[in-house]
């Protein structure tokens, strides 16, 4: 397809991604030159569609953005009340006391809220001031300048048969150029991917490491809701499998959010993330606040855990990566959307500057050093540096006890006794053989509670339009069945959430078969194939996930 024509269109900065960083920028960038064209790609069919997190929001990045958004008439309307931490055994739980948590810890003045809901209402703000917004769009390719630097995006080609080539329908895209371009597309975005490599933007940084949160929203019985009650979980039913945790989240209308969290450098291949979810609601301080409730939502995506120490260069020439593309999530508070707003905002403002200094497509350096040196986001990651590498050290009681300690010394001293600690090897490295670990035996979902993984998927309104080409590639076909099925029992079958990937057939007659059509692009399988063999990329614009208020 090197040879396609497609017409064009210039625009000072190309934002790909309507995420809560992407309209940040955008925002960002009106307000401070309303004559700069800005536009936003979004390949969910809608904004929002493709947004899901936690998400108990610190305001801190909304407050500078949009100060009056209470006047305006944002979604975020569930202040956290009450703050509750247990560590989980099969049959009960501890409640960890307030009083010994970090300070940092505290949620205090944040907000339950969807963060589609609060992208939805974020771009109507955007389009308000005369930016852009584009839902539908895929961007499946980077387009490069003359000396190399990113120059704009490919975006809405449509139309190619299953074999990749054009369709009797298809339509080529065209090409938006700009002179920033910004890759606001969230956890393991293709087009990141492209730029980290090309530019060699990961040097000298510790693997990024990832988490696979997946979460459902309830109605329940109004007697047991409490409006504003957090509570986090962290044992019961991971214990020494993997490191991860849980949330309980009570927002209006009788509905919770209840997810579930497992690193992704888990060691068992056996380990099924998704059937550890279902088991964790079976947990009896769980299933009784379910009880009488109905699952009305599901979804799953990757979570960026590595932070402080795997957050990438983040601009090259022409481009700069915002938000979970670099990594910005503090681990222990379970938060990233303030500091992918803050980052948002830090980069258009860099591109503001140099845009009227007279300069385009060259490195916005001083974006870079607001999140490594210089800004609120290193204040906010650099204390915390030490949670995720001692939690996989020393296991759920040692990085507990030490990770606290860490956060403690950095919070009232100033400095770690750990000083900075690395990361091991990547999450995909990370897996071990099948024959080392034993495997694990899951209780049958319940359906009334527990759910098997294709029902839930269907609560997540995926769709993806089946004569294109699959979106999920394998670098070399032959890997599965060959290396990653006798080696590993090939893990693709349990790590992904929403039934992709499975074995048909055994011995001679086994086939890997990719259900493309279930994906809800969490990314997980571009990150923890223990080969590396799995390529996720975009389908055609508007396809995947329709998250209503994830």
């Known amino acids: 397809m090197s040879e396609t024509i497609r017409e064009s269109m210039d625009y000072d900065v190309v934002i790909v991604g309507a995420g809560p960083a992407g309209l940040s920028a955008a925002i960002r960038l009106k307000q401070i030159d309303p004559d700069l064209s800005v536009v936003v790609l ?6 929002g569609a493709h947004i899901l997190s936690g998400a108990v929001l ?39 006391p307030n009083a010994v948590m970090p300070g940092l810890m505290n949620n205090h003045g944040n907000y339950i809220v969807s963060m589609a809901n609060l992208c939805r209402w974020m771009a109507e703000q955007a389009e308000a001031l005369g930016v852009e917004i584009f839902p539908g769009m895929s961007c499946s390719a980077l387009v490069y300048g003359e000396n190399g630097e990113v120059a704009g995006v490919v975006a809405g080609e449509f139309g190619k048969n299953p074999d990749g080539t054009p369709g009797d329908a298809y339509e080529p895209g065209m090409e938006l150029r700009g002179k920033y371009v910004m890759l606001g597309e969230g956890v393991r975005g293709s087009l990141t991917k492209e730029v980290l490599a090309k530019y060699d933007l990961q040097q000298g940084k510790c693997p990024q490491k990832f988490g696979l949160g997946m979460k ?134 860099a591109a503001a500057r140099a845009i009227a200094a007279g300069r385009a497509g060259d490195e916005l350096g001083d974006y ?51 000083g900075t600690l690395r990361h091991g090897k990547s999450d995909a490295a990370a897996t071990g053989k099948a024959a080392d670990h034993t495997p694990i035996d899951y209780p049958k979902p319940d359906g009334v509670l527990s759910f098997d993984r294709l029902t839930n998927v269907s609560f997540s309104m995926t769709n993806h339009e089946e004569s294109q ?23 693709a079958q349990r790590y992904c ?16 078969v990719i259900n493309f059509q279930n994906c809800v692009h969490c990314k997980t399988c571009d990150i923890k194939d223990p080969s590396q063999n799995i390529h996720w990329t975009v389908p055609q614009g508007g396809d995947g996930p329709n998250y209503p208020n994830m």
């Open 42 to 47: 979004e390949k969910g069919s809608e904004v």
């Open 58 to 96: 610190d305001p801190v990045g909304l407050n500078q953005l949009i100060p009056d958004w209470k006047k305006r008439g944002a979604p975020v309307t569930v202040p956290v009340k009450s703050d509750s931490f247990y560590m989980l055994g099969e049959g009960g739980g501890i409640r960890i």
């Open 216 to 349: 459902e929203i309830w109605e329940i019985d109004p007697e047991k809701h409490r409006e504003g009650k957090v509570v986090h979980t962290m044992g019961w039913p991971l214990g020494s499998n993997a490191g991860g945790g849980s949330f309980i989240y009570h927002l209006d209308n009788n509905q919770i959010y209840v997810g579930f969290v497992v690193h992704l450098n888990y060691e068992n291949p056996h380990l099924y993330p998704y059937m550890e979810f279902q088991r964790f609601k079976h947990h009896p301080m769980v299933a009784e606040l379910l009880k009488g409730g109905k699952r009305i939502a599901y979804g799953a995506r990757a979570i960026s855990e590595g932070g402080w120490q795997s957050m990438p260069k983040a601009v090259a020439p022409g481009v700069a990566i915002l938000g979970c593309g670099v990594g910005l999530v503090n681990v222990p508070r379970i938060k990233g959307n303030h500091n992918a707003m803050l980052s948002g905002m830090a980069a258009a403002e």
């Open 368 to 418: 870079d050093d607001y999140l490594h040196k210089s800004g609120p986001i290193a204040k906010d990651l650099k204390p915390v540096r030490n949670v995720k590498p001692l939690w996989s050290k020393y296991g759920l009681m040692g990085g507990l006890a030490f990770g606290g300690l860490d956060m403690w010394t950095n919070s009232l001293l100033g400095f770690s006794f750990f």
């Open 469 to 491: 080409p699959a979106h999920l590639t394998l670098k070399d076909a032959s890997v599965p069945i060959k290396v990653n099925l006798p080696e590993y029992a090939e893990p």
């Open 497 to 512: 959430p929403a039934g992709v990937y499975e074995v048909v057939g055994t011995g001679p007659e086994a086939r890997f």
